[in-house]
C-alpha cells in the first residue's frame, strides 16, 4: 500500500475519495471530507438515513456532480479533471441502476438493453449478440420482445441490469436498486447482483434494506451527514 | 462504427421530425414562406435594377442653347461639356435640323415658318449621354451652369421617383423577409426544444451509458437543418416556377417590360434561398440545443 501522494489508493483499488466535500448550488452540504477506499472485485453497501448523502456519493461516482473539493478516482479516470468530452468514455467503463428503472416505454426489453450498444456504435451484429447474451444471464430471454410496462417491478430491474453491464463495466453503481421491490423480487435481484460480482464486477450499493445488507455479510459504509460514521468490513459467510 | 452512428443521428431527426409532426410542418411552411419572400424580393431587385438601368440608358440630357450664342460659341460649350466626366457622346442638333425633326414635311414647314413671322423658334440643342445612371442628374446640372445654356430636360420626373421608390422597396423587403426569418427561427427553436423534453428520458440513458455528444445533439441539429433545407426545396420549387412562368407571360404578352429572363439570374437566387435555407436552419438548431441540451 501507498503512503500518501495523489496516486496512492489500493493496487487494485477502483475507487479512491480522498477529502471529498460536496456543496449543492444551493448551499446544501451534503458532503463533508470524505475518505473511501474500494477495490476491484469488492461488494460495498452504503447505508444511512434519508438524506444522509448516499445519491450524492454514487453521483460522484458516476459523474453526474462534481465534488466541491477533494480527489475522486474511479478506473483511474480523475474524475475532478474529467472534462465534458472525455464523460461519455469514462461512463462506457461503468453501469448504472436506479430505484426508479429509467426504461424506454415504447422500446421492447430487448431495444432496451441493445439501445445501450447501439448509442455507442456497435454494429448491428454485435449488438444482437451482446444483447442475447445479456438476457440470458439475467434470465429474460423469454421476454425479450416484450415492453417494460407488460413486466413486473423485478424484471424492469434486471432489464435495467442487462443493460448496465452489456458495455461489460468493471464498475456497477445502484442506488437502491431494491427499493421499488418485494422482498421476494429483491433478493432475486440481490442474487444476480451477487453473480455479477463473482464474476469480478466491482458493485456500490447504496440501500434503507438493512435486512438485505445484514444477509449478504458484505462491507459496510454507513453515511451520516454526509460524513462516513463508521464501516463493518466484510463477513465471510 | 462512425457510419452506425451516422444512421442513428439520421433517423433519429426524421422520427422527431414525424413526432410533431404539425410543429415541424408549421415551422417548415414558415421557413418556406421566409425563402419564398426572399427568392422574390431578390428578383424583383435584380428586375427594379434592370429596369431602372434600361431606362437610364435611354435617358439624355437635352441641353438648349440662348439665341444669342454663336456657333463657335456652340463649339466652345461642345468642348466643354466633352471636357466633363462620365460624359459618353455629345451630339448637336441644330435650330433647323430641329424644326425639320419636328415638322417633316417640307410644304406644312414653310407654311409654318411663314406663321411666325419667318423666325424659327426652335432652339440650339446639345444633346448628353450620360455614361452611368447615378451620373444623370449632377451631369444636367453641370450643363445647365454653363454659360449659354438656358435650360436642360432629362428623365429627372420619371426616373428619381422610381430609384428612390425601389430603394424604399429593398428596406421593406428586407425586413419583412427578416420578419419571417426571426419567425422560422422561434418555430425550429421550439421544435427543437419540445423534441428535447419528449427525449428527457432517451437522452438521460444516453448520457448514462456514454454515448458521444454529437450522438445526442446531432439529431437536434439535423432536424433543424432538415426544417431549414425542406423549407428552401419548397420555397424554390415555388419561385422558380411562378418565376418563369411570369417572365414567360411578360415576354408574350408585355412585350414592352423589361423583365431579367436569363436563367442564371433566377439559377442564382434559388442558390441563394438553399443557402440561407440551410444557415437559418443550422444556426438556428446550433444555438437551441446549446440552449435547451446542457451537460
Ligand atoms: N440536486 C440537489 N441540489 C441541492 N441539494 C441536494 C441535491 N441533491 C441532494 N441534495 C441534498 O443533499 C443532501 C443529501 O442528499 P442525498 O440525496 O445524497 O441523500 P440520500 O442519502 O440519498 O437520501 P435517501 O436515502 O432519501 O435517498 C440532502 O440534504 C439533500 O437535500
Ligand atoms: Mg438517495
Known sequence: MGAGGIGDCRPNGVISL???????????????????????????????????????????LYREETATRGLVMVNRFNLMRLRNYQIPAYRRRIGVIFQDFKLLENKSVFENVAFAQQVIGKPKRERKANTDKMLALVGLSHKARAFPGELSGGEQQRVCVARAMINNPILLIADEPTGNLDEATAWEIMRLLYELNRLGTTVVMATHAMHIVRKMGRRVIRVEGGRIMGEKPEVKL | ?????????????????????????????????????????????????HFAQSMESQVEIAAFIDETVDEAGLEDIMRAVRALDAVAEVTLTTKDQGLREWIPDDAARASYLEDVGGINPIPNKITVTAREAE??????????????????????????????????????????????????????????????????????????????????????FFEGLLIGLLGALLAIIIVGFIYTWLTEYIAANLVFVPVVSERSTLYFVLEIMAAAGMTLGAVTSAVSVRRFLKF
Open chain 1, 18 to 60: 480522498k477529502s471529498v466535500s460536496k456543496i449543492y448550488a444551493n448551499g446544501a452540504r451534503a458532503l463533508h471530507n470524505v475518505d473511501l477506499e474500494i477495490g476491484a472485485g469488492e461488494f460495498v453497501f452504503l447505508v444511512g438515513q434519508s438524506g444522509a448523502g448516499k445519491s450524492t456519493l454514487i453521483k460522484l
Open chain 2, 1 to 49: 462504427m462512425f457510419w452506425n452512428s451516422l444512421g442513428f443521428v439520421f433517423k433519429q431527426s426524421f422520427v422527431s421530425l414525424y413526432r410533431n409532426f404539425w410543429l415541424s410542418f408549421a415551422s417548415i411552411l414558415t421557413s418556406m414562406l421566409a425563402l419564398t419572400l426572399l427568392g422574390f424580393a431578390l428578383l424583383f431587385l435584380a428586375n427594379a435594377d
Open chain 2, 135 to 220: 451620373a444623370v442628374a449632377g451631369l444636367a446640372e453641370s450643363v445647365l451652369d454653363m454659360a449659354g445654356v438656358y435650360r436642360v430636360n432629362f428623365g429627372e420626373d420619371f426616373l428619381a421617383p422610381m430609384l428612390r421608390l425601389t430603394a424604399s422597396l429593398r428596406w421593406v423587403g428586407l425586413a419583412v423577409v427578416a420578419a419571417f426569418a426571426l419567425a422560422t427561427m422561434l418555430l425550429i427553436s421550439l421544435n427543437i426544444k419540445t423534441n428535447v423534453q419528449t427525449r428527457e428520458k432517451e437522452i438521460q440513458i444516453m448520457r448514462l451509458v456514454g454515448a458521444e455528444n454529437f450522438l445526442i445533439r446531432g439529431p437536434f
